[in-house]
């Protein structure tokens, strides 16, 4: 087998790349399905050359999500194979970096005067529940795994491994971003838990690789959700404040450059900061003139007692 071409377990491989793009591997019918597509069109081209060279002809991509960075294969593949088919989840679409995609909610309709149509016509939609479906003749289970990303899910394989996108990031993520988007803490939870519980013969973490255990991982994302809530709680401590503020206060103590990408991704994970503190009880949002201000409830308390 290609170096490049990583084996997990039994027809279960990863892409050797930064992305750890999944490849299921039937080698009686040679057929190749992938969990993502890779970062760009050039690494599709890395990968369909590994492939073909071991006589394997790609049938389907499954998407744990379609971030910029999971789905950046997905035109070069549509147009190299015209029969595959690409499965994403409904909430998951659209859902890239920036403003284009990002910061507004894209509906299906839209998407279909965005995306070209040779994407459109390979396009099927996942349901967003716990089951199992066929794909090229395969049966895959699909876990709903929300937290980074709405629509996120994980695909288990025959062989029981399991590819969970970006549920979780691995350790070389954790120790170079000091901070790490998640659009819901409490979905998030929820998911590690699920994943803690699974017995996989191995889990695949698109930004990290093979693990066998996930423990440690998730004690460090746990710590960094806690560290990141309180601190926001320590910011609305002295006065009351706007997204705009908590989100220029995010970029500058994790010396973030300025750009659209970095910017939109601080916005999100704001939003999942306040979203946590109004569940938790411990902040009012309010809006005056235009602007929305949050504010720790103890405060109002204070005044109004
Ligand atoms: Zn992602």
Known sequence: MNETIIPVYGSSYMYAGKCSVGLYLDKTTKTAILMDSGPDERTAEEIDHALSQEGFSIRAIIHTHTHNSSRGGDAYYALRYPEIRIYATPSSLGRGHGFEHGLRNVTITELGENLRQELLDVLRLLNERDEEVQIAGVNFRILPLPGHDPGMVGIMTPDQVLYCGDAL??????????????????????????LAAMRPKAYVLYHGGIY???????????????????????????????????????????????????YWLVTEIVHACINELLELDRVTVSIHQGTLRIGLREHLTDRSG
């Open 212 to 262: 066998r255990d996930l423990s440690q991982l998730i004690n460090q994302h746990l710590e960094r959700f806690n560290r990141l809530v309180l601190q926001t709680e320590q910011q609305l401590a002295e006065q009351s404040v706007t997204v705009e503020q908590l989100v220029h206060k995010l970029m500058q103590n994790h010396a973030l450059e300025d750009g659209i990408e970095q």
């Open 169 to 194: 990031f691995g350790e070389r993520i954790l120790r170079k971003q000091t901070i790490l988007l998640y659009t819901h803490f409490g979905a998030a939870r929820r998911s590690f838990r699920k």
